[in-house]
Nanobody
Framework: EVQLVESGGGLVQIGGSLRLSCAFSGVSFDDYGIGWFRQAPGKEREGISCKTSGSAYYSSAMRGRFATSRDNAKNTVYLEMNSLQPEDTAVYYC????????????????WGKGTLVTVSS
């Protein structure tokens, strides 16, 4: 059974930083990458990043303020977010993408339930 569980969301001040975690099981980095997506209220879901065993991909809109990394020993992938703005308020999801789909950060085979990030003054 594939499981992806996000944590680390919450309320953060404008300009602040936050690190999200995605603990996963049932998928291997041999075949999959772990991606991050977000969906703001009333907006479509958008891709942020995808981490494979050897590479990290970012959507052009997210490059610079967001960084993804992994801890092999913990089967966990992280999303570090900096200089957060109110428009970053969204539910953030991690997902398992087939490796060949990682550069596109568009479709995923498995999804977590999401964690809410709220950016406010």
């Amino acid at each position: 059974e594939v499981q992806l569980v996000e944590s680390g969301g919450g309320l953060v001040q404008i300009g602040g930083s936050l690190r999200l975690s995605c603990a996963f099981s049932g998928v291997s980095f041999d075949d999959y990458g772990i991606g991050w997506f977000r969906q703001a209220p009333g907006k479509e879901r958008e891709g942020i990043s995808c981490k494979t065993s050897g590479s990290a991909y970012y959507s052009s809109a997210m490059r610079g303020r967001f960084a993804t990394s992994r801890d092999n020993a913990k089967n966990t992938v992280y999303l570090e977010m900096n200089s957060l703005q109110p428009e970053d308020t969204a539910v953030y999801y991690c997902a398992a993408l087939q490796k060949r789909m990682c550069p596109y950060i568009y479709e995923a085979d498995y999804w977590g339930k999401g964690t809410l990030v709220t950016v406010s003054s």
